[in-house]
C-alpha cells in the first residue's frame, strides 16, 4: 500500500512569507505527527493530530501550526518565515497514534524548505 | 523527562566488519525503544523496535537491538556491514503508556562504510 506522502518536497521561500506543507497518510492511519529535522537541533516534535483534534505538541512558537481534517490528510502552516526555519519537514503517520501504545510510525520523505 | 544520547556522531566501519551503534536512554519506567535509518535526501525508515516481548529484537536488512534494562542501552549491531548500509541511524524513545508519547530522537550516528 501507499506509504506516507508529502507535498511540496522542495521549496524555497522568502522571510516573512507563509507556507503550506501537505501530508497524506497512510490509508486508514488516524494520527499524522510532524518533525522539524535540522543539522543543529536534530528531530524535533512539532505535533500530534488524532481525528482531527490535536493530541500533543512540541516546544515551538505559534508561528507553526496545523490541522488534519476528515481524511485524516493534514497541513502544517508556518507564518512570518525566519531564516532559522530552514530544515526538513517530515510527517510521520500511525494507525493509532504516539500516545504510548508503541504502535510503529512511519515517515514521509519530507518537504525541503528553505527559507532565504 | 526522557531522553536520549547516542554515542559517536560518526562511525566508520570497514565492509564485512561488525557494526554496533549505541543508543543510551533516560526514562523512569522502561520506554519503546525504535531505530530507524535515514538515507539521503529521503525520510526515515524502520529497522527494528522493541515493545517489551523480547529483549533481543531483529529487524530487516540483518540489524538488531538488544534491550538491557540496567544498562538502560539499547545498541544497534550487524554482524557484517555492506555498502548500503551507509546512511545516518536515530535511535528514539516513547513514553510508555504516557499521554505525551511522541517520539524523542537523539542526534543520529552516521555510517560510513569502507570497500
Known amino acids: 500500500k501507499a506509504g506516507v506522502t508529502q507535498t511540496p518536497r522542495y521549496l524555497i521561500k522568502t522571510r516573512g512569507q507563509q507556507v503550506t506543507l501537505s501530508c497524506s497518510p497512510i490509508?486508514?492511519?488516524?494520527?499524522v505527527s510532524w518533525y522539524q529535522q535540522t543539522p543543529g537541533q536534530g528531530l524535533q516534535f512539532l505535533f500530534e493530530y488524532f481525528s482531527e483534534t490535536q493530541r500533543n505538541k512540541g516546544n515551538f512558537p505559534g508561528r507553526f501550526s496545523g490541522r488534519q481534517f476528515s481524511n485524516s490528510r493534514s497541513e502544517m502552516n508556518v507564518s512570518t518565515l525566519e531564516l532559522g526555519d530552514s530544515a526538513l519537514y517530515l510527517c510521520a503517520s500511525s494507525l493509532l497514534g504516539q500516545g504510548g501504545t508503541g504502535n510503529t510510525i512511519y515517515f514521509g520523505e519530507g518537504s525541503w524548505l528553505t527559507v532565504v | 523527562a526522557q531522553s536520549v544520547t547516542q554515542l559517536g556522531s560518526h562511525v566508520s566501519v570497514s565492509e564485512g566488519a561488525l557494526v554496533l551503534l549505541r543508543c543510551n536512554y533516560s526514562?523512569?519506567?522502561?520506554?519503546?525503544l525504535f531505530w530507524y535509518v535515514q538515507y539521503p535526501n529521503q525520510g526515515l525508515q524502520l529497522l527494528l523496535k522493541?515493545?517489551?516481548?523480547?529483549?533481543l529484537v531483529k529487524g530487516i536488512n540483518g540489524f538488531e537491538a538488544e534491550f538491557k534494562k540496567s544498562e538502560t542501552s539499547f545498541h544497534l549491531t550487524k554482524p557484517s556491514a555492506h555498502m548500503s548500509d551507509a546512511a545516518e541511524y536515530f535511535c528514539a524513545v516513547s513514553d510508555r503508556g504516557g499521554s505525551q508519547g511522541n517520539l524523542i530522537f537523539g542526534k543520529g550516528t552516521k555510517l560510513s562504510v569502507k570497500p
Open positions: 526514562s523512569s519506567v522502561p520506554p519503546y
Open positions: 522493541y515493545t517489551s516481548a523480547a529483549t
Open positions: 490509508s486508514g492511519h488516524r494520527s
